[in-house]
């Protein structure tokens, strides 16, 4: 193979290697989404927990109306059979709003019931997406070190190839490194490639019987017709 072709091999494997652990770091998971939901999920319990005090100062309030009905109750049941009250008009008087307070109460009573329920319901909701923010906050910090390390190790890498492309970057021919450049930004591949079956290996384009001899001739650097691929015989 020609000298100045063999320098480009050798920058295309390593270029291969570069591109093979930027794209295994780009893969990597730092743990950045699952920090980002349990962030949110945060927010959401903090709303959670604003609308069950919410609900539990309604219920307060209810139980403290139904407390202070109820010692209304009680004062006038000990009004009624203390014994002391003896027209009968006085006594039904008392009787009626004894009822009345009673009808009262039943209707907190019901106001309640279903408040209580709310209030359960969402304490447990709470109490799972708590236990849910927990195990994801532990799988995110799991995350986020094994992708420290994981990324040091491939960064460490990374330089100490581009470090060995830079070495034979300044050993290759500058024109045809140039060139060499052109090809892979224009193509997204391989700009120095073998024959294939008589076929350029780039583009699979069938070359002449005069070109495949001229290939064999290692004075000169050989490009194919078409794509302009340097092409090489796999020796
Ligand atoms: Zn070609």
Known sequence: MNDSLRILLA???????????KSELAT??????????????????????????????????????MQSINSKIKTLEDKAFSGKITNAKELSA?????????????????????????????????NDLQVKIEAASVK????????????KSINEKLSQFEQKRQ?????????????????????ARDAVVPLKEDK???????????AISSLKDDSKVHSCDNCGRFLYIEE
Do not use: N
């Open 167 to 187: 070495e034979f970057a300044k050993r290759a021919d500058p024109q045809l490194l140039r060139k060499y450049e052109q090809i892979r930004s224009k193509l």
């Open 140 to 151: 995110a910090e799991k995350l986020k070190q094994s992708y420290e390390s994981k990324s």
């Open 94 to 126: 008392i009787e009626a709003d004894i009822e009345a307070l009673k009808r009262t109460v039943g209707k907190i009573e019901d106001r309640l019931i279903p408040l209580y329920d709310q209030l359960e319901a969402k304490k447990s909701e709470i």
């Open 11 to 21: 920058v295309q494997e390593v270029d291969h290697l570069i591109a093979e652990l």
């Open 200 to 210: 350029c290996g780039g583009c699979r384009m069938s070359l002449s019987s005069i």
């Open 28 to 65: 990597l998971d730092d743990g950045s989404k699952i920090r980002s939901a349990v962030f949110l999920a945060q927010s959401e319990i903090e709303k959670m927990k604003a609308s069950a005090h919410e609900l539990e100062k309604e219920i307060r309030d209810g139980e403290w109306e």
